[in-house]
């Protein structure tokens, strides 16, 4: 199956023997995978959001809803950027020799991404059901929904057996 070839410490065998230089480039081209599966989201997510002022419906929202509306607009736009941040900063950097700086800023600018993009889609779950249900309710939604993510984001990873202290 999918673990049979690591060893008891957790890192696969290739992992052992890698220099700094060949486990940085595997770091960076790992978090950019990963950041492709959140790019097109966010990016989903921004573009829908910036096309509901042009809906009839947009037009009945109180002040408190339009408020929040701004604000999980401006959220996904700050998480658009931080998650696409990586891309750039390689590009920028690119043969530049600054790959240390570059893996950790990377890896910094996706957290940050993702915090952002939890707490955006938290406000969206929140505007939903302020709009279908009431205000209290959507409370209860957008609390949830937050809880949700920071369970699965961070409780199930924190919850996950370690070897020791991270490597690089």
Do not use: C
């Not at 052992?16 to 790992?30: A, D, F, K, P, V």
């Not at 978090?31 to 790019?39: A, D, G, I, K, M």
Request: avoid cysteine; proline fraction near 4%.
């Amino acid at each position: 199956m999918g673990g049979e070839n690591k060893p008891m410490g957790g890192e696969s065998r290739g992992e052992e023997t890698e220099s700094e230089s060949q486990r940085l480039t595997r770091n960076l081209n790992e978090l950019l995978q990963e950041l492709r599966v959140t790019q097109t989201g966010v990016q989903i997510l921004t573009g829908f959001l910036l096309t509901l002022p042009f809906s009839q419906r947009f037009k009945v929202l109180d002040g408190v809803q339009r408020t929040a509306y701004l604000l999980i607009l401006s959220g996904s736009v700050v998480a658009t950027g931080l998650i696409i941040a990586p891309v750039a900063f390689h590009r920028i950097l690119f043969r530049h020799g600054e790959r240390p700086w570059l893996v950790t800023a990377a890896n910094r600018a996706a957290l940050a991404g993702l915090l952002s993009l939890a707490l955006t889609t938290s406000g969206v779950v929140w505007l939903v059901f302020d709009l279908v249900t009431d205000r209290t309710v959507a409370s209860i939604a957008g609390v949830v929904s937050l809880m949700f993510f920071g369970g699965l984001w961070a409780g199930v990873p924190s919850r996950a057996p370690r070897s020791g202290r991270p490597t690089g």
